[in-house]
């Protein structure tokens, strides 16, 4: 570990073993944690654009929550688009988006907006559209939680430390509690922070990020009917937080038309529901994240594969934003049936239909739902 500040004789020593070695000597900022958090923040402001993918975890003794937060910042417009999702949930709950003069919000799953007209600079409308802790900490040289425990920058450790094959140089905080933000040597881009504030440590690193993409895949809107009353931000927190009921309850009932549906295949290509036509049709909805979800749709799938003639089609339909999470959860395993995967997109399949856990299974004849069930001992007597 390098001491902060070190007198001009460690400097001198410490340049000297370095050159001994054939390694370059660590630059400024990696040893004077001030400096190192200048050099964060400077850099952060000088993108003009930023798509990351953030996992968030909690703990407080045995309890754990994972969330997702994808955030798309317009770094020199201030604007603001974040979709948050928990863990093993099949799309997106909660969509904020911060235009640089108002703050819209949007409950997924009940499509109600709500919305507050103030203007903020872009740190705090990071905090207010839910991004977490590690991208405001980018722009203002801590997170949020560090901010409140009071914690100063203390000391950096050796550069070169790998989070996600990123090597990074680890900065400790101390005060009223301890943290570490772990900043990319290259780009000067956090990766990861951890912080502990009483029973609670939040832990966030960077699943997916680009710096300056020639365009964000994003919206920096929220429309809303013309004339309609939207509710403030607190209004609708306090509504939204209520008990919606069991999910069956809002599935669609049998005999009412399926929604159709754009999805991927594992080979990029389009498909769209409607192309079951008049036909019968298995859907079979997982999870990559979810072990048991993938387990039941491939347990139906040995039983769709064993029947000649094949009875009906089969649609695995699988969430997230592409193939990679899907192939891995199937460990080399290829279902005989089609596999597609549906995005998180406001039209996705399992939006459309109201699914936010899996496995579920639909039966469909010629684009209308004839059953839905999560047993897939049901489903597979469809198949009879």
């Known amino acids: 570990m390098i001491v902060a500040l070190p007198s001009l004789r460690v400097s001198a020593l410490l340049l000297l073993a370095a050159l001994a070695l054939g390694a370059a000597p660590p630059s400024p900022q990696q040893r004077d944690p001030a400096l190192l958090v200048r050099a964060m923040t400077d850099a952060a402001g000088k993108h003009r654009r930023l798509h990351a993918l953030v996992r968030h975890e909690t703990r407080e003794g045995e309890r754990r929550t994972v969330r997702f937060f994808e955030s798309f910042v317009d770094v020199a417009g201030g604007r603001v688009r974040t979709l948050q999702r928990d863990f093993g949930r099949a799309t997106p709950h909660l969509l904020s988006v911060y235009d640089g003069e ?24 990071l905090k207010v559209v839910t991004a977490g802790e590690l991208l405001p900490a980018a722009f203002a040289g801590r997170p949020p939680l560090f901010a ?13 430390e790998p989070v996600a094959g990123v090597g990074c140089t680890k900065l400790t905080f101390v005060g009223n509690s301890v943290g570490a933000l772990w900043i990319a040597d290259g780009d000067l881009f956090p990766r990861r922070l951890v912080v502990t504030v009483g029973a609670l440590t939040v832990t966030e690193e960077v699943v997916e990020l680009e710096l300056d993409p020639a365009e964000l895949a994003a919206e920096f809107t929220l429309p809303v009917p013309e004339g309609r009353r939207l509710r403030s931000v607190a209004e609708a927190r306090a509504e939204w937080s209520r008990d919606l009921g069991p999910e069956e309850s809002r599935w669609l009932q049998p005999e009412e038309d399926s929604p159709d549906f754009a999805a991927v295949d594992l080979a990029a290509r389009l498909r769209l529901l409607s192309e079951t036509g008049e036909q019968e049709a298995i859907l079979a909805f997982l999870h990559p994240e979810v072990p048991e979800s993938v387990e039941r749709a491939l347990e139906l799938d040995v039983a769709w594969a064993a029947r000649s003639p094949r009875p009906m089609q089969l649609w695995h339909v699988a969430a997230g934003r592409g193939p990679e999470p899907v192939r891995a959860a199937l460990g080399g395993r290829t279902p005989a049936g089609e596999l597609v995967v549906a995005g998180e997109h406001a039209k996705n399949a399992f939006q459309q239909f109201g699914f936010w856990k899996t496995p579920v299974f639909v039966r469909l004849l010629d684009m209308q739902v004839m059953a839905t069930t999560r047993d897939v001992a049901v489903a597979i007597d469809w198949l009879r």
């Open 102 to 125: 108002r703050l819209r919000q949007q409950q997924l799953e009940l499509g109600e907006v709500a919305e507050m007209v103030r203007a903020w600079p872009l740190v705090d409308a």
């Open 148 to 160: 409140v425990a009071g914690l100063e920058p203390s000391r950096c450790d050796a550069p070169g």
